[in-house]
């Protein structure tokens, strides 16, 4: 398995991906007002891992440049099929990684990754690209599966077994404390971690972070 597959098993994936209901409606509504709240008019922000827009689409009218990427060619096309009837000004959709992000980009006020990080396959170096792609004091907002929360039955049997028949992508296995730990050595100060789910804990936490100052 590589990169490559993990964006073949989403392009495949991608229209059922569109159709599906989110499970926890109030509990995305919440990430969302609560990311809304950090953001600012004026500010220039970039989202990993966008999926098919959704996110997007709800927060990019409230700042002044929004740039929303995805490694799933297929993901991104639903996502400006959704944006062409009713464009946003200053909302980009493009296909990248953020390792592929040159700097013609420049630096971002904030960078989203919602159901992200434990996709990545170096989490480490990823977070590190995070950190580059940022202005000074700007403003890292993850939520994401933490694995390492969650039934050792899923991650140990269920998870290997459904990648090995390719109903699965990859997915990393750390617990909320191991992910607050990577993003602090990554040179962020975690400012909250929050729970937004209404429905129980889903063992996604709401982690929002700022670039901390050097020297």
């Not at 809304?36 to 009218?61: F, I, K, P, Q, Y």
């Not at 396959?121 to 792609?133: E, K, Q």
């Amino acid at each position: 398995m590589s990169v490559a597959s993990d964006a073949r098993f989403w392009d495949r994936s991608s229209r059922n991906y569109a159709k599906s209901v989110i499970a926890d409606q109030d509990g995305y509504d919440r990430t969302l007002e609560r990311t809304r709240s950090l953001l600012g008019s004026a500010d220039h922000v970039l989202e990993l891992g966008c999926g098919t827009g959704t996110t997007a689409l709800r927060l990019a009218g409230g700042v002044r440049g929004y740039l929303a990427t995805d490694f799933s060619p297929a993901m991104i096309a639903i996502a400006e099929e959704k944006h062409a009837p009713v464009p946003v000004p200053g909302l980009e959709f493009r296909t990248a990684t953020v390792e592929a992000l040159g700097s013609d980009v420049g630096l971002f006020n904030a960078v989203l990754g919602f159901n992200y990080l434990h996709l990545v396959r170096d989490l480490p170096g990823t977070l590190r690209c995070i950190h580059g792609l940022l202005a000074p004091a700007g403003l890292f907002i993850s939520k994401t599966p933490c694995l390492g929360d969650m039934n050792p039955l899923i991650r140990l049997a269920l998870l290997p077994a459904m990648r090995a028949i390719g109903m699965a992508p990859y997915a990393g296995s750390f617990n909320t404390k191991e992910l607050g730990r990577c993003i602090a050595l990554a040179g962020f100060d975690i400012l909250a971690v929050e729970n937004h789910t209404t429905k129980g804990n889903d063992n996604r936490p709401y982690i929002a972070a700022r670039k901390a100052n050097v020297g």
